[in-house]
Structure formats: C-alpha cells, structure tokens
C-alpha cells in the first residue's frame, strides 16, 4: 500500500500498487509524482521506486505534475492578472501550523536568528538618530546636519527591514514548495536581489508613511496592496516598481480578504506577546508563512486536478 501527493497537495492513500498503475495510464499521475509506501517516511517520485520502474521505462518523459515540489514554473504577469482567486484564510493558518510543527526548531531558530540580525542593525542606525535628536536638544538648536542624520537613519532602515525580510521570506517559500533549503536562503535578500529590495524598502515605505500622514486610509490602503511586493521581487526577481504594481493589481480585487489576513496575522503576535512574549517564538513565523501561503495560492502555478 502506498500513499501519494495530489496535484492539489493533498496526501491520499492508502492505495494500492494496482491503482497507483492506472492513474499513470491515466495520466493523471506520472513519474514525478510524490509517493511513500506505508511504513516508510520519505517521499519518492514514484520513477524512483523499484516497483514502478518497469511502467516508466516504456513511456516517454512526461512533464511533471505541480506536486509538493512546485515543479511547474511561476505563471506569466498576464496569466496572473487575467485570472481571480478565492483566498481561504484558515486554510492559510492550518498549512502555517502544520509547516511550523513540522520544521519547529529549524524555522523557529532561523527566523530570530534574522529578526535578531535586522534589529540588531536597525537598532544601531536608530542610536544615530536618537544622539543626533539629543544633541539638538541639549544645544537647544535644530541643525541642518542633525536634521540630516535622524533622517538618514531612519530612510536607512527601512531598506534594511526589507532586504532580511525578503530572505526570510524566501526560506518560508522554498519549505512551502519541498524544495531544499538552508540557513543561506533567509539571508538571500543581501545576495540575490539587495539593490531592488533596498530601494522597495524605502519607496514603499516613504509613500505608506505619506499616504498615513495625508489622511490615514490612503497608508492602510498602501501597505496592504503592497504586501506581496518584497517576496515578489525576492521570488520572481522582479524590479521594485513592478512588483508593487502587480501586489497592487492582484490584492486590490480581494483587498478587504487581505486586510483581514494581515489582522489575524496580527493578532496571532499579540497572543504571543501576552504569553510572557514566548510565545512570539511561534505566532510569528506562523504568521509570515501563513502570508507566504496566501503568497503561493494567489501568484503560484494552478495545481492539477487530483487523483
């Protein structure tokens, strides 16, 4: 008896070998599909079990299904916009759970090794800025030049925040789709794409601040469109603006869906803060991958029909 990986993602099974055959024939499984027989804890495509070798060896190379691994590619800009989504909400918490309870150590202990890393640099830009505040004010005298450095430490962090989110992000993504991951993929934002998370971090930034300083509903309106912005860019390897524009685009159809996910999101932080704030340890990598799996299921490859 065996189990397998759905098109959908879903685990099904027990099956048998007999069964697992026809839906080959049927197309509706192929050699990259994710299998396990019972008693066994890792996941193989199925071409890579004995069992199955001699129903691959007669057939030509299909193209993989989009099983747990995401092998089909991200879909084009057009075909993102052309289509809608529904988001599930709960849908995207359980999965966090799950993947959190299932990677506990490794996702808890590399996200605070980030978060601590960002603040850690956020806070020294902020000690400029603060000694620069406090000499003007014990000189009692605004400066041009201490203007300057409360200013430019406080622009300076905001392209900091993005560039360690949008590794962290990536991490969170790659565990999503199976793939092989490592500690060098939550700090990716400083290799792979540092200049376009950087200038994200302070265009997005300045403009939801000024969106909040005009009159408040403009900012809210801001950062939640923009929320997909920093794993777009990450991801995708897109340029700052456009995938701005294209969070924009797609969060606006569904905007009130997305505010309430980040809501819960947030909420989900202040449980762990009331819980002597241990428990931020766990509500807040659930809450970012809950957001990456909201991530997956509104940008990523439409998955097969399942078996």
Excluded at 12 to 26: C, D, K, M, N
Excluded at 137 to 152: A, D, E, F, K
Excluded at 183 to 200: E, H, K, N, Q, R
């Amino acid at each position: 008896m065996y189990k397998i990986i759905g098109g959908d993602q879903q685990e099904y099974g027990p099956v048998t070998a007999e069964q697992i055959r026809q839906w080959v024939a049927e197309g509706r499984a192929n050699g990259q599909t994710l299998a396990r027989a019972e008693g066994s804890a890792e996941w193989k495509p199925l071409s890579a079990l004995p069992e199955f070798a001699d129903v691959f060896r007669s057939m030509p190379p299909a193209p993989p299904l989009p099983t747990a691994g995401f092998a089909a590619g991200p879909p084009a800009v057009e075909e993102i916009l052309a289509r809608d989504y529904d988001l599930d909400i709960g849908s995207c918490i359980v999965r966090a759970w799950e993947l959190v309870k299932q990677n506990f150590w490794p996702v808890v202990g590399i996200t605070f090794l980030v978060v601590i890393a960002m603040n850690v640099i956020t806070q020294g830009i902020g000690l400029i800025s603060r000694a620069s505040m406090q000499e003007m004010i014990n000189n009692r005298q605004i400066t041009p030049v201490g203007v300057m450095l409360s200013l430019l430490a406080w622009t300076i962090s905001l392209p900091v925040q993005t560039v360690f989110t949008g590794g962290l992000y990536m991490y969170y993504l790659k565990l999503i789709r199976g793939q092989e991951v490592g500690i060098s993929d939550a700090f990716s934002g400083l290799t792979s794409a540092l200049v376009p998370l950087a200038l994200l971090g302070l265009v997005q930034g300045l403009l939801v601040l000024l969106g909040i300083v005009a009159c408040l509903i403009p900012g809210i309106y801001l950062s939640v469109a923009w929320i997909f912005a920093t794993p777009l860019v990450i991801d995708r390897q897109i340029g700052f603006w456009d995938a701005m524009e294209l969070s924009r685009k797609v969060v606006s159809r569904h905007w009130f869906t997305m505010f309430a996910l980040m809501l819960v999101v947030g909420l989900l932080g202040i449980c762990g803060l009331l819980a002597c704030c241990v428990g931020l340890f766990v509500t807040i990598p659930i809450g970012w991958v809950a957001l990456m799996y909201a991530y997956e299921d509104i940008f990523g490859p439409r998955t097969a029909p399942a078996p």
